[in-house]
């Protein structure tokens, strides 16, 4: 089991976590991260592209010109793809890019990733962010540079920690997350993970450290996500 140290606002050691190295100690899958990346990815995008064929464009409906005597080739619509304003021809139409990936498979992609982060020192915990009553995004970007110079940090945040959120919420390539969002895309596409000492315990006890999520996904799994997509 491997530790990290828990980190004061003013950037001072305060003891050691823990880590599970169930969670924060296994190997790697990068084809299996990548798989979760990607579907993540398609699943936000909207899918309401769409474009007008020959038949949906306004107008046309007349002959431009006669079928003999001009020298030029037969047309019998100004709609149609080869002309300005045309329709298009097997242009995309609205549909879903939604894949499907069985929980173990992003649990196991997620796990993976914080190990990553874990091992090369690019994961933090801290007793707090901001002391007092009052929002302050001053002290709150005080308390990340003591902590680390990553230019993109994803920050977890407990969902009443209402002070911390106000005061982190403003600042620029700081991604803030709750325990029971955080996905491998968000860890991976940020330099840094910074969780509170709430926020780590809300995660490390909550549904990711099931009995059925893995560290690694079987062959027949990852075949199967694939055969599914």
């Known amino acids: ?29 990068v084809p299996l991260m990548h798989q979760v990346v990607t579907a993540q990815l398609a699943a936000a995008r909207q899918g309401t592209h769409d474009t007008k064929t020959r038949g949906e464009v306004a107008g046309g409906g007349k002959k431009p010109y006669r079928q003999k005597g001009t020298g030029r080739a037969r047309q019998g ?18 549909r879903d890019y939604t894949q ?7 649990a196991a992609a997620l796990r993976g990733a914080l190990s990553d982060r874990a091992r090369a020192g690019q994961l933090h915990v801290v007793t707090e962010l901001v002391s ?21 940090v994803l920050v977890v945040l407990h969902r009443d920690d209402e002070l911390s959120w106000n005061s982190v919420r403003n600042l620029t390539d700081v991604h803030l997350i709750t325990p029971d969002q955080l ?45 599914e997509q």
């Not at 530790?3 to 100690?25: N, R």
């Not at 080869?82 to 242009?91: A, E, N, P, S």
């Not at 991976?188 to 450290?209: E, I, M, Q, R, W």
């Open 1 to 29: 089991m491997t530790s990290v140290e828990l980190k004061t606002p003013a950037g001072k050691a305060d003891g050691t976590i823990e880590l599970p190295a169930e969670i924060f100690d296994v190997q790697a899958n």
């Open 77 to 94: 619509s100004i709609r149609a793809p080869q002309f300005t304003g045309g329709g298009v021809v097997h242009g995309p139409t609205p």
């Open 100 to 106: 499907r990936t069985p929980k173990k498979m992003k």
């Open 132 to 152: 007092g009553e009052k929002p302050s995004t001053k002290a709150a970007k005080t308390a990340l540079r003591a902590l680390t110079e990553a230019k993109r």
């Open 183 to 227: 996905n491998t895309y968000d860890v991976l596409v940020n330099d840094d993970v910074v969780f509170t000492k709430s926020a780590y315990d809300a995660f490390v006890a909550g549904p990711v450290k099931g009995k059925g999520a893995k560290a690694t996904a079987r062959s027949s799994e990852v075949a199967e996500g694939s055969d």
